[in-house]
Nanobody, 121 residues
Framework: QVQLVESGGGLVQAGGSLSVSCAASGSIFSILAMSWYRQAPGKQRELVASVTNGGSPNYPGSVKGRFTISRDNAKNTVYLQMTSLKPEDTAVYYC???????????????WGQGTQVTVSS
């Protein structure tokens, strides 16, 4: 079994910065892609950042230049640093990890519990 624990987030004024992190623990052989998604009320969940196991990041245009994703493979942790935040960035942020399970050597799609990010205008 694998557990994902998210931390960070909170309330910030527009133009401010916040960071969130997601740490995985349990029966992990390796972690492939790590990603952050967000879901605002009444909207579909959308990808905001991803990073390959080789460290290559990818961002949609809405956050490019403002958000930075990084990973620490030794700690099985992914980070998202958010700057120049806008009210439209308000959402619940979820981490998603593609994990190769140690016992079965199969890939599991694992989600964090979500953490609220609120940007006030």
């Amino acid at each position: 079994q694998v557990q994902l624990v998210e931390s960070g987030g909170g309330l910030v004024q527009a133009g401010g910065s916040l960071s969130v992190s997601c740490a995985a623990s349990g029966s992990i052989f390796s972690i492939l892609a790590m990603s952050w998604y967000r879901q605002a009320p009444g909207k579909q969940r959308e990808l905001v950042a991803s990073v390959t196991n080789g460290g290559s990041p990818n961002y949609p245009g809405s956050v490019k230049g403002r958000f930075t994703i990084s990973r620490d493979n030794a700690k099985n942790t992914v980070y998202l640093q958010m700057t120049s935040l806008k009210p439209e960035d308000t959402a619940v942020y979820y981490c998603n990890l593609k994990i190769i399970m140690k016992m079965t050597m199969t890939i599991s799609d694992c989600w964090g519990q979500g953490t609220q990010v609120t940007v006030s205008s």
